[in-house]
Every structure is written in C-alpha cells, then in structure tokens.
C-alpha cells in the first residue's frame, strides 16, 4: 500500500497564479483533511471530507477550495495564491477505529511545501 | 470551539533526562486524545491515542500519556529521552462523535548527546 501521497513535494508560484495539491490515498478511508502547517502555529485545519461528494470548511479555508468526487482524492486548489499561503501543506485520511466512539487516527502524506513570491 | 494548548514551544534535554511535555484542551465534552510525532524531515506519525478505558496509555519508543479529565489534560511523558527523540511533538483531539481533529502548536524536543 502507498498511504497517502501528496505531489508535488515543492512548488513555487508567483502571486496571482492558481495550482492544485494532489492527495490519493490507498485505504479505502472515509475521512480526508488538509492541513498547513507555519512555525509556532501547529497544524491547521483547511478543508476536510467525510466521504465522496461530502466536503466541509476548517479553521482557514480562505483562499483554497476543495472537491471529493472519489473517495481515492481530495485535491487542494489554490484560486490566487498569496504569499500568506507559503507554507506546508499535509493531506491525511483517516478510518474509526472499531469500538472506539469515533476515534479518528490519521495517516498523513509527505507533505507538498509551497512558497510564494 | 475546541483548542489545544501546548505551553512548551522549545524543550532541550540532555540524553537519559526525563521528559514531560504538557498538554490541555479546552473542550469540555468527550474527547479522544492523540500524540503525533514529526522527526526531521518525515511527515507526522502516531505516538500514541486514548479514546477510553486506562487514563494511562503507552505508546511507540517508550512514551507513555496520562489523561487527566479533571485537569482537562494529556502530558506525555518518557523516563529516558534518547538523542533519537529529537523531533517536534503534537497533542491532538478530536470530539466523540465527529471526524474533525484538532492539533496543538507543537513542541520543538532537542535532545543533545
């Protein structure tokens, strides 16, 4: 099984420019996020999907959109990239674990790193 | 909405110290409970999860966490710390009932031989 993978591993844009953040996962999960993560800031949550045609706003959604129309891949889309967006980007999935009222382990890709100028 | 507090930003120990890295959350409901761990260089990866049962739970590499309901927190703590812990560390949670999870701002650990 490959997990989760993120391409690309780096990308750098130009201010105004759009990309797209690819996340496949492998396991059949349910559950997919995105996260940034930015020194002294932690991860924070972007967008996130419940299941194919399902998806739902984090903590920072600005800026980005999001589209689940297969359970394998939850792209990320930049609609003008600013330079606040320069970051790290995570995709994670996750299943329940049996028993466990919800309990919601992640499995996280590589990571894509994005800087823009 | 729920938030994790890590009061620890940057913690430096020498190796064979003990550590405890401090963990609160501010939800008041039921919750389960993480510890993720990012070595230089690799994406994170699960240390070790609570979600019922024994408030002390062990984890990969010697760590072990207490879950403390009164104290609305879960500290992670190793006896020993070996200059392969080095690493940044993140509390997590998640609310019983939805997908959600939501992380800390991390704790910088550098161990030094």
């Known amino acids: 099984n490959a997990g989760v993978t993120q391409t690309p591993k780096f990308q750098v844009l130009k201010t105004g420019q759009s990309m797209t953040l690819q996340c496949a996962q492998d396991?059949?999960?349910?559950?997919m996020s995105w996260y940034r993560q930015d020194p002294g800031m932690g991860l924070r949550l972007i967008h996130y999907s419940v299941g194919a045609g399902i998806t739902d706003q984090g903590e920072v959604p600005n800026g980005y959109n999001v589209s689940r129309s297969t359970t394998e891949d939850f792209p990320l889309r930049l609609l003008s990239a600013a330079p606040s967006q320069t970051s790290v980007y995570f995709c994670?999935?996750?299943?329940?674990?049996?028993?466990?009222?919800?309990?919601?382990?992640?499995?996280f890709g590589a990571g894509s790193r994005l800087t823009v100028l | 909405a729920q938030s994790v507090s890590q009061h620890n930003h940057h913690v430096i120990l020498s190796e064979a110290a003990s550590l405890e890295l401090g963990c609160n959350y501010s939800y008041g409901g039921t919750v389960n409970l993480f510890w993720y761990v990012q070595y230089p260089g690799q994406h994170l990866q699960l240390l070790l999860k609570y979600f019922s049962g024994d408030p002390l739970v062990k984890g990969i590499k010697g760590f072990e966490a207490e879950f403390i309901k009164s104290k609305f927190s879960f500290n992670l703590r190793k006896p020993s710390v070996q200059w392969s812990d080095t690493a940044e560390y993140f509390c997590a949670v998640n609310e019983r009932g939805y997908q959600k999870v939501t992380f800390g701002t991390g704790t910088k650990l550098q161990v030094i031989p």
């Open positions: 396991m059949n999960h349910e559950y």
């Open positions: 994670a999935s996750s299943y329940r674990l049996q028993g466990s009222s919800g309990a919601n382990v992640l499995t």
